[in-house]
């Protein structure tokens, strides 16, 4: 990502990193002898790492009862679909890279929601100046993977990496 994406909110922040790393790692692929098996693998890793970024982001705007979650929501099961469709094309296109272009889609979204979107959650949650009883929830709510909401992966998505 080309922009920084630090929030404040110290575990999407660093979910954030992780995701523009691996973005960046996905385009540097492309040109590698062995972009086709780079690709599937990175992206695999993006996806599950998007997978689970999404469902902790959603728990958190659950807890505190962000106004604007299912707009959020919705355009995290649209990134969700594009990313799964990605990851089945590039399983059953063996031999082939996803190219340049499609890698630009898939980084636009991602940076367009997460400067438009996220930027909006933690202007939002910042401003709401919590008192220590919500803090305390909302740190319980970071540590206890158990707390966050599941959700469902599509049909024949690859769960290896991604957590349910």
């Known amino acids: ?16 990193n992780l995701i523009d790393q691996l ?19 990175v992206l695999a890793d993006l996806y599950g790492h998007t997978f689970s970024h999404f469902n902790y982001e959603e728990a958190l705007m659950q807890v505190t009862g962000f106004p604007d979650a299912q707009e959020h929501r919705q355009e995290h099961q649209e990134i969700i ?18 190219g340049h272009d499609i890698i630009e889609i898939i980084n636009d979204g991602i940076i367009r929601h997460t400067d438009n979107l996220d930027r909006e959650f933690s202007t939002w949650f ?18 206890a993977k158990d707390a966050r909401p599941k959700r469902s992966q599509p049909d024949g998505a690859d769960k290896s990496g991604a957590q349910s």
């Not at 305390?136 to 970071?142: P, S, W």
């Open 1 to 16: 990502m080309s922009v920084d994406f630090s929030f404040g909110i110290w575990q999407i922040d660093d979910e954030h």
């Open 23 to 41: 973005l960046k790692k996905l385009d540097t692929d492309q040109d590698g002898p062995h972009a086709p098996e780079l690709t599937g693998e």
């Open 81 to 98: 679909k594009c990313l799964n469709d990605l990851l089945e094309q590039s399983t059953t296109q063996s031999g082939q890279s996803l």
């Open 126 to 143: 910042s401003n709401k100046r919590w008192d220590t009883e919500d803090v305390e929830r909302f740190k319980k709510l970071i540590t």
